[in-house]
């Protein structure tokens, strides 16, 4: 933001000869690249940690998501382009926004991505501890729209959070009371789980992240964000106070017309990266997704981790948390002591 103007002026982000955004490789959480990476952070919102996945995890990621997508439809599709129509693609999830799912997944092969060391050390980096834990979202997977225009998915920008409360509330009380009441019960909780990141009064930091499981270019679409733009929010919020009434106070996931925020629209960046790359975000930066106009289909897992001591973790909630992720284990064909790694067993919440 520009303090002379008091105008809000995106930063240009740095990229290296082949269009990628400049990216970190992490040793480890406390290494002298992951202060440099939290600073990058701090700066744009956002940072990007190379070589989290391994070419051979996002090959078999890049698989389980063509096993979710061929479950959900009843079809063999993933050798056959001109099967990827939407008369077979509306039962794969959230078809506009590319995600695959419409609630939490929970396929073996999605678990176990959930205790990879390389993304615990990202996650920890930016955050600043190791003591995590990690939540249950989904996959995301964008149709090559280039010649199918009718594939493509929406461009947007939004909020996992609400702005208009983030500056008015005067504590996390709201946020405290709607994470201590989650029992995990249905598949929804634990993306409800995602979006109370408490006020701006008390200034808790969360980190969104995903990881690109193929190298993701420009004209491939997928995330992209307004950098800088987790500094701007609040002014942003009273700025846009008429917006507000659109929302309301209950609704914690905010997409916005282009026609509402242009400026916001003109100034987000893609984030190119290489395959097996972070993206870590301030879930304060404004961001979202666009359309894929290249032939290549794109592929990405999300994830979110938060530190483990957080007056909403009550004993009541963690123990909740603890039963329904073993019994999606036990469905999930996993062992929790022999196939989760004891990193696994602390971020998913089992140690007692």
């Known amino acids: 933001m520009d303090s002379s103007n008091n105008t809000f002026q995106p930063l240009l982000i740095p990229r290296d000869s082949e269009g990628y955004v400049k990216s970190f490789t992490l040793s480890s959480y406390n290494c002298s690249e992951a202060v440099e990476a939290r600073a990058f952070f701090e700066q744009y919102g956002f940072v990007v940690i190379a070589n989290v996945f391994t070419p051979e995890q996002c090959a078999t990621t890049t698989s389980d998501i063509w096993n979710v997508i061929e479950s959900c439809t009843g079809k063999s599709l993933r050798n056959d382009e001109n099967q990827w129509i939407s008369q077979n693609w509306y039962r794969t999830g959230l078809v506009q926004e590319g995600i695959i799912g419409n609630a939490s997944l929970w396929t073996r092969h999605i678990l176990l991505n959930r205790q990879i060391s390389a993304l615990h050390v990202a996650f920890a980096a930016i955050l600043e501890t190791e003591n995590l834990l990690v939540n249950h979202d989904r996959y995301g997977m964008f149709r090559p729209a280039k010649e199918h225009p009718k594939r493509t998915t929406m ?36 993306i409800d789980e995602n979006n109370e990141p408490g006020c701006a009064a008390v200034g808790e930091l969360n980190v969104q992240g995903l990881v690109n499981l193929a190298d993701n270019l420009e004209e491939d679409g997928g995330f992209w ?79 979110k981790m938060f530190p483990t001591q957080h007056p909403a973790m009550t004993l009541e909630r963690a123990e909740y948390r603890r039963q329904a992720i073993l019994a999606k284990l036990q469905e999930a064909n996993i062992d929790p002591n022999t196939d989760l790694t004891p990193l696994g067993r602390r971020i998913f919440g089992l140690l007692e």
């Open 225 to 303: 964000l307004v950098p800088g733009f987790h500094k701007y929010i609040a002014q942003w919020a009273v700025e846009h106070e008429s917006l507000r009434k659109k929302f309301g106070r209950h609704y914690q996931f905010l997409l916005f017309d282009k026609d509402d925020i242009p400026d916001m629209y003109a100034a987000a960046c893609h984030i190119s990266t290489r395959a097996g790359s972070t993206i870590l975000w301030d879930q304060r930066t404004m961001h979202g997704s666009r359309a894929n106009a290249s032939l290549r289909p794109r592929f990405a897992q999300f994830f």
């Open 155 to 190: 461009t947007n920008l939004h909020l996992d959070m609400n702005p208009w409360n983030y500056i008015d509330d005067k504590d996390n009380t709201q946020q405290i009371e709607a994470l201590s009441e989650l029992q995990y019960k249905s598949d929804d909780d634990w």
